[in-house]
């Protein structure tokens, strides 16, 4: 019994095909679905406001640069142009907080204006019929809608909602004043298309996040590639579009700011020097125009003139010196009071040509460079940040000592020079006095001339590099909004999903409601779990009679009745009498309407039929004829009754029928004593068939008493009323061997298979007066839940 029972359970598997057949005989279920679906679709793609995802921009960066020619390799003889980083730092660029700020300040994103429809609500931009001025130097509430209902051309309705509580009549032009809000409102078009508006003033930096959110940024080739795909996902197009083209152009213009910075460094640097030198210069220049003029003295003698020549030479030298000596004063302070170098002047902008000073003022600019863009995508605690900070605080030091041997160097240099200053100035001495003054004015004209005329020069140096500057970095296509494609609602892909969902929800309810099913379906659940052969199918009755055979002979269930009445030859010994008992489980199922219409069907071929009401507990045979409840079987058995009382005539000739008669107090008892081994020997005598309708043999054995002089016993299961356990105990008996020969009969199947529930026998009155323990069969929910989890 356990192992019948553990694949009873294990062959409970879903076959899909089985019910979805029982689903399209149902079709009509599928059609209102489907259709309810697609009115759901259709709402959603009708009313859900459009999303857009706005690409083609394009643009594209440098991982190294070219060799330089012409104009640009002049420039980088200086080392004013930058050296370019991956594309994976472009693309963090990219996305910055920063850059997308800045975006959102040259952009007109300070308001977002929403145009109210009856059904749905639009999103406006350029295209909205008021203008929004907000006063920037009063607070503003951010995020707060307000709305606008234009009146007329000149006037508006203002409201905002009770938290504020205001709804009064403005103009347009108007200014509001409020402590919350401080703005004008003007009427872009008079020929307005939406009556009713509502605004919020938008937080720019909240703003510049969540454009930042919707970027997408994809690369031609993640490895090698240098083009950058650009796109972005909003309600307008117009404005997304908007919002790359600044995002691209601002990228450039960074990427060129950048390069711009060091040429800038440089010239400030050298506008504060030359104010101080065109100062002493202009001196100087007067003061020996007018000792020239006072001596008239126009130039110097020869000997004057050499001693002169070479007190330049060495005063040239002397200011070399002294700017470098300024150049590493500013160098050493630099680098002592900055965390960042990307400002830096470069050495070569100044005159200075160490090769290795250069390559440790690149190195600590590209390490900078590359911590910075880091900074954008990592925590601080990433260790390739952790490494380059390590290499910049090493590389520092390193600049640092350079910086200072340099500086030892250029003091002993100068201290050389001034030496040589001092000889040529005791020569000067020597010379006559007034040669001796001119000398002098024209030696500190010359040497300021000279510093300035050096200085000017790098200036234009810089100067020309700055102006002949451009990005690494390119534009190669720029967004339009015609090229924008809708990604909200999907409505290709919204009707196919109703169509899944109006055809697959019927099918899954069925299958959900099938598998939760406790009680049998259809004659397959029940041929895949027993051994036991089906003898027939009795269809639903339909009419408002419980002996259709009789009173409705060419109906369908009588068709079913005549069929099992064929069924019943293979069942059968070749033996001239026959004694069939019909029995089921529980109350209900049908016993006693099967019993009855088998017995008239074979009554009609003609051939002597008994039907015998065994079921002395809950009788029901008597009412179907219309007899009174005695004389019967149980006055017969105890001896009140003769066999020629009990027996009934009917209708049909070749029927008769004994009722069950009164109820006793000991039904199994009385079908055990003599005189029902008398009763069944001389009935057999008599008839030819005789039916038995005994109780059922779920919880009381009179049907297995009864079994004894029985050569078939049919269990009568009711489709979609009996339990799949009944199943179970038909196995259990069968293999027990306590009823020799027996066969199922499947009772009240309709034509709608799963959902039919309705009860036609005219016995419904009976259904809730079963048998005693009768509903320990049934399984509960959490019963059916286990078995689930089992499976």
Known sequence: MDKQKENFFQEETIDIKKYLFRGLRNWYWFVICILLAYAVAYYINRFSEPVYNVGGATVMVRHERMRPSGLEGFIESFELVQSRTTTQNQMEVLRSFTLSRRAMEELDFGVTYVAVGRFRNSEMYRNSDIRVHPDTSRYQRKGYPVYVTILSEHEYRLEIDDDIGVDRIMRFGEQFEHEMFSFSITLENNDYRHERYYFTINDLNSLANRYRRRLDIEVNDPTTGSVLFLSSTGKVPAQEADYLNKLMELFIRMDLEEKNQTAINTMEFIDVQLVDITDSLNNVESELERFRLDNRIMNLGHEGQMVFNKLESFHSE?????????????????????????????????????????????????????????????????????????????????????????????????????????????????????????????????????????????????????????????????????????????????????????????????????????KIVDQTEIESKTNVPVTGTIGHNRFPTEIPVHDNPKSGISE????????????????????????????????????????????VSEKKTLLVGLDLRKPRINSIFGLGKTPGLSTYLIGNNGLNDIIRKTDNEYLDVVTSGPVPPN??????????KEFISIIKEKYDYIIFDTPPVAFVSDAMIANEYCNLTLFVVRQNFSRKQVIELINDLYNKKDFGNIGILINDVKASGYYGYGYGYGYNQYLTEGYYGEDDLRQGMKEKVKRIFNL
């Open 318 to 518: 002397k200011v070399s010196l002294n700017v470098k000596e300024k150049y590493y004063d500013y160098l050493l302070s630099y680098l002592s009071d900055k965390t960042a170098y990307n400002d830096l002047i470069a050495p070569s902008a100044i005159g200075i040509g160490d090769p290795l000073l250069n390559s440790l003022i690149d190195q600590l600019n590209e390490l900078y460079r590359e911590r910075s863009l880091l900074g954008f995508n990592v925590q601080e605690n990433n260790p390739r940040l952790i490494q380059v900070e390590k290499i910049i605080v090493e590389v520092t030091n390193a600049l640092k000592e350079n910086v200072k041997s340099m500086v030892a160097a250029n003091n002993i240099a100068i201290a050389d020079v001034e030496e040589r200053i001092e000889e040529v100035e005791r020569e000067i001495m020597q010379l006559p006095l007034r040669e001796r003054q001119m000398l002098g004015m024209e030696r500190r004209f010359n040497l300021n001339n000279e510093l300035y005329t050096y200085l000017m020069e790098k200036r234009a140096e810089a100067s020309i590099a700055k102006a002949a500057n451009i990005s690494d970095n390119r534009i190669l296509d720029s967004a339009r909004p015609e090229h924008a494609t809708m990604v909200s609602p999907k409505r290709s892909r919204n009707f196919f999903l109703a169509f899944f969902v109006g055809f697959g929800l019927p099918v899954l309810l069925i299958i959900l409601r099938d598998f939760f099913n406790t």
């Open 560 to 603: 079913s009745f005549r069929a099992l009445r064929t069924n019943l030859q293979y069942m059968l010994k070749k033996e001239e009498k026959h004694i069939i008992s019909i029995t089921s489980t529980v109350k209900g199922e049908g016993k006693t309407f099967c019993a009855v219409n088998l017995a008239s069907v074979i009554a």
């Open 667 to 676: 039904p199994a008892e009385l079908l055990q004593n003599e005189k029902m």
